[in-house]
């Protein structure tokens, strides 16, 4: 075997070479003048990746499960300039540490591209085994966490305190879908997450969530509640007082939502999970290749008080075209190959890459691929009852001011009575727009949630049943809020006083349907 030498002496051991990001982190450091051993099983793969990529990448068809101590040892051997092992096989969802534990045992460096949110966090069990032997141990050396933190660190500069953050990745339709990543994504659509959501834990469905998120040069993308790490380390970095959430989502809109509908079969009890069946949905997904495009990107949002109190909402998007957009999670592994190589990193240890990698270090590969980045601030937006009342808002009790002041999210906790209807038929209507049992002194949470949009969601938490409602600001000038109930929408006319709000019903629609006055809901309230 002929052993060619990069011009700095550095060689790296590559897990994974010929995956959709192998690939691609192998091209970026045989650019840097790191050669790279690839670690595969295809070997007609590697052998048409040694070709395109030249002497400095050396190629070694084999399962990463005879990767070991002994076998690393003999490698290092065999290219003194070995200094670190980088894993992009995938999926760490079920991955373990044997591979970061050998690294240690060998003496090596050890970076990842996890997106495993447990795998990522049982990282920090081989911290003292890493630190003994003077090496630096990264999970996550990816979109998420690395890239996620690294915007973030920079994007709170200076501000007080962190009320929400929010973190999107949209991919084009025609990106590379490799089959650990289709099968970590499905493995978690439709299953209970972990969230932290209006201030405190709570439990959410994967592939819920929606919303729809711009991109600068990309356009409208629908993303919804992916797990990651970052769903625990954003918290755990961050502390923010309201919300944490990283969403994920596919360019076609046909695709996206099937894929939630299939979520449901899982929240059924119907099947387990979707990763068995990701072959299949792979090639049923390839059939919509010709559709969609190539264009894709990243945003991270946080809503933050600034250091003079005032609340802004700021955010970083990168965008790519022209199918450079797989590079963007290769670039985190990237950079903090490129340090531990030239000694810049210097930290010891194993742990979650978040905040170890610098934003401006990781940027410094954006220029290469024509990834296009932008940082935004804003103002946040008064709430949509100071917009609906206007100056009269001022004139309400503070405890009524505050209680409607919703500021990214409200969070209020306290007692409530409920009568119930005393016929079938308003017991039918109660149970299907959810409206608590009747009960007295009874524990209430309400979680007011600004849209983005103009529009509120209130949920309110009863012992027995959860209510959701979307208020509209329908029309300022008559002081006037369409309140939503699923297909149900009802006119509400709103008052301010010095002693407080007051609203009755106007009119109701049910599926878009004009409702007559006998059946319109009635409401009192103050």
Same mark, same amino acid.
């Given at each position: ?259 939630? +509908?299939? %979520?449901? =079969? #899982?929240?059924? /009890? ?5 990763? *068995?069946?990701?072959?299949?949905? &792979?090639? @049923? ?120 002041? +919703?500021? %990214?999210? =409200? #969070?209020?906790? /306290? ?5 119930? *209807?005393?016929?079938?038929?308003? &017991?039918? @209507? ?97």
């Amino acid at each position: 075997m002929v052993i060619h030498r990069s011009e700095s002496g550095k060689t790296l051991l590559l897990v994974g070479a010929t995956g959709t990001f192998g690939e691609r982190l192998a091209e970026g450091l045989i650019r840097s003048g790191i050669a790279v051993i690839g670690v595969a099983r295809d070997r007609n793969r590697l052998s048409h990746l040694a070709r395109r990529l030249g002497p400095l990448f050396t190629a070694d068809a084999r399962d990463r499960s005879g990767i070991d101590a002994v076998f690393l040892r003999g490698v290092r051997a065999k290219h003194p300039g070995l200094f670190a092992i980088a894993d992009a096989s995938g999926p760490f969802q079920t991955s373990d540490l044997r591979l970061p534990e050998a690294a240690i045992s060998a003496g090596l460096h050890y970076v990842d591209l996890a997106d495993g949110r447990a795998f990522v966090a049982s990282i920090a069990r081989l911290d003292r085994a890493a630190r003994t032997a003077q090496v630096a141990v990264l999970a996550g050396a990816s979109s998420t966490p690395a890239l996620s933190h690294a915007v973030l660190d920079f994007l709170i500069a200076g501000s007080r305190k962190v009320i929400a953050i929010d973190v999107s990745i949209a991919p084009g339709n025609r990106a590379p879908r490799g089959m650990s990543v289709m099968r970590a994504i499905l493995s978690t659509v439709g299953q209970p997450l972990r969230v932290f959501r209006g201030g405190r834990w709570t439990e959410e469905r994967g592939w819920g969530l929606n919303k729809t998120i711009e991109l600068p040069s990309v356009g409208r993308r629908r993303v919804a509640l992916c797990e990651t790490p970052d769903l625990d380390l954003l918290v755990e970095r961050y502390h923010p007082a309201a919300d944490a959430v990283f969403r994920a989502g596919l360019e076609l809109r046909l695709l996206h939502d099937s894929t939630g +509908v299939l %979520g449901l =079969l #899982v929240r059924s /009890g119907t099947i387990a999970s979707l990763a *068995p069946y990701a072959r299949v949905l &792979r090639f @049923i997904a390839g059939m919509f290749r010709p559709f969609g495009s190539d264009r894709g990107g990243m945003s991270v949002d946080a809503l933050v008080a600034n250091e003079a109190d005032q609340l802004v909402q700021r955010r970083w998007t990168i965008t790519a075209q022209s199918g450079v957009g797989p590079y963007i999670p290769t670039l985190p592994a990237l950079a903090a190959l490129k340090m531990l190589a030239d000694g810049t990193l210097t930290w010891c240890g194993a742990a979650p890459c978040a905040g170890l990698i610098p934003y401006d270090v990781i940027a410094r590969e954006f220029a290469h691929h024509g990834l296009a980045t932008q940082t935004d601030e804003t103002p946040y937006p008064p709430s949509l009852f100071r917009r609906l009342l206007g100056p009269d808002y001022e004139i309400l009790p503070e405890a009524v001011r505050k209680a409607h002041d +919703v500021q %990214g999210v =409200l #969070v209020l906790e /306290g007692k409530a009575d409920a009568a119930g *209807p005393d016929h079938v038929l308003g &017991r039918l @209507i109660a149970r299907l727009f959810r409206l608590p049992k009747p009960g007295l002194d009874m524990p209430i949470r309400v979680e007011m949630r600004d849209e983005g949009d103009g529009s509120e969601t209130w949920t309110r938490f009863y012992p027995d049943v959860t209510m959701r409602s979307n208020l509209r600001d329908a029309d300022a000038a008559t002081r006037q809020i369409d309140e939503c109930f699923g297909p149900l929408s009802v006119r509400l006319q709103w008052n301010a006083t010095a002693q407080g709000l007051s609203l009755h019903t106007l009119r109701a629609r049910l599926l878009g349907c004009p409702l007559p006055n006998i059946l319109r809901p009635r409401t009192r309230a103050s």
